[in-house]
Nanobody, 125 residues
Framework: QVQLVESGGGLVQPGGSLRLSCAAS????????MGWYRQPPGKQRELVAA???????HDAVAVRGRFTISRDNAKNTVYLQMNSLKPEDTAAYYC???????????????????WGQGTQVTVSS
């Protein structure tokens, strides 16, 4: 089984920066994608950014130009550098992984199958 450990959340003023980290451990073979979702209070989770093993990335329009996803494949760790933070970025941020195994469905663009516990990011003056 894969475990995801997230860190880096906290309280920051508008315009500030935070760096989130998500380290995968355990049975990491077969991990194809690692990414970040966020869930603002009272709203559904939304994709922030994702990255494949080969380096392909995609991100949400709302964070484009401000957030950068990176990945250290050797450490099985994905990062989210968040700059120019806005109050609307306030959310619980979740690391997500898609791992291919005997039971997994083929990748369809949304079916991440391993999730972290979440780390809170609050942007407020």
């Amino acid at each position: 089984q894969v475990q995801l450990v997230e860190s880096g959340g906290g309280l920051v003023q508008p315009g500030g920066s935070l760096r989130l980290s998500c380290a995968a451990s355990g049975s990491v073979n077969g991990i194809i994608r690692m990414g970040w979702y966020r869930q603002p209070p009272g709203k559904q989770r939304e994709l922030v950014a994702a990255r494949t093993n080969s380096g392909t990335t995609h991100d949400a329009v709302a964070v484009r130009g401000r957030f950068t996803i990176s990945r250290d494949n050797a450490k099985n760790t994905v990062y989210l550098q968040m700059n120019s933070l806005k109050p609307e970025d306030t959310a619980a941020y979740y690391c997500a992984v898609y791992k291919q195994n005997f039971w997994s469905r083929p990748w369809d663009g949304t079916n991440y199958n391993i999730w972290g516990q979440g780390t809170q990011v609050t942007v407020s003056s």
